[in-house]
């Protein structure tokens, strides 16, 4: 009985209290002044994703494994190209760089090769840069009085080509195209092309920097007053007919596109982290 009186003094309690009512999915986290009684311990509450964190831009690394994979993307990497060029052109022609950008070119063949592009007073320079080594393959050199045709458009291929490509690029020419010959249209490996075609590089979102470099339109907003004035300063028979700018599509004859096929699926024209091969 004793036992019995010592319990008489509590008052039943229900088991689910005016303040105890679960919160919604789209409750926040907060608290009611002037009830300090409530349990202060944090509750786990779901919260619906924040509609501003997928559309921040630009995302700095917004597929990590696959621009890590790029060499030009490592740190250091495309400054340290940056002033192989500029100390380059100091000791060799003196002229003055106006721009400076990483694009993508498509050959005749349709293969891509990453190259540094750079525009002076006086010439168009194409780079291949090897990002592995640090060091400058190939450059060549293009005066800009003998641009006499700039394209801007989507990409266009033959109905039978095995490997077309989508989205728009830029081709430029400093002859005609009939000049070609026929050995040089059928060998990949010709340098005897008049004329070049350039697309965006596939690290354009990687950073901010990159999305910078790798713009056509800014590389086009460059090139084509830097020709204009090629022109006008220039005392060849060019300059009578100078600078076209059209915007069509742009015609790449690769009936079959086995060989970029290949190429192209698996970036062999990129400085790329491949895997380690052998046992």
């Not at 088991?15 to 944090?42: F, R, Y």
């Not at 990590?64 to 990497?77: C, D, E, L, N, W």
């Not at 028979?237 to 915007?247: A, D, F, N, W, Y």
Request: hydrophobic residues 35%; glycine residues 8%; charged residues 20%.
């Amino acid at each position: 009985m004793s036992m019995i009186r010592n319990y008489e003094g509590f008052q039943p309690v229900s088991l689910k209290q005016e303040g105890d009512v679960q919160p919604s999915e789209t409750d926040h986290l907060s608290t009611e002044e002037g009830d300090p009684g409530k349990d202060s311990e944090p509750r786990q509450i779901s919260r619906q994703p924040s509609v501003t964190e997928s559309i921040l831009y630009p995302n700095p690394y917004h597929k990590p494994y696959i621009s890590r994979k790029y060499f030009v993307t490592r740190p250091g990497a495309i400054e340290t190209a940056m002033e192989d060029l500029k100390g380059h052109l100091a000791e060799t022609s003196g002229e003055t760089i106006q721009g400076f950008w990483l694009l993508t070119e498509i050959d005749h063949w349709n293969n891509e090769k990453e190259r540094l592009v750079l525009v002076t007073d006086k010439t168009l320079l194409i780079c291949k840069y090897d990002f592995i080594m640090l060091s400058c393959v190939q450059l060549q050199r293009i005066p800009l009085s003998t641009v006499c045709r700039i394209c801007l458009g989507k990409f266009a291929f033959p109905g039978m080509s095995l490997d077309k490509r989508q989205g728009e690029g830029l081709r430029i020419y400093w002859g005609s195209a009939e000049q070609q010959s026929l050995l040089s249209h059928w060998n990949p490996w010709s340098n005897e092309v008049p004329y070049a075609t350039f697309a965006e590089h596939p690290m354009k979102y990687s950073s901010e920097m990159f999305l910078k470099i790798c713009k056509l339109s800014g590389f086009t907003s460059k090139l084509v007053p830097a020709v204009q004035n090629a022109h006008k300063n220039s005392t060849g028979s060019v300059i009578g007919k100078g600078l076209t700018v059209l915007t069509e599509p742009i015609l790449i004859k690769t009936y079959t596109g086995l060989m970029s096929f290949i190429g192209n699926r698996n970036k062999l024209g990129y400085s790329l982290a491949r895997g380690s091969i052998g046992f």
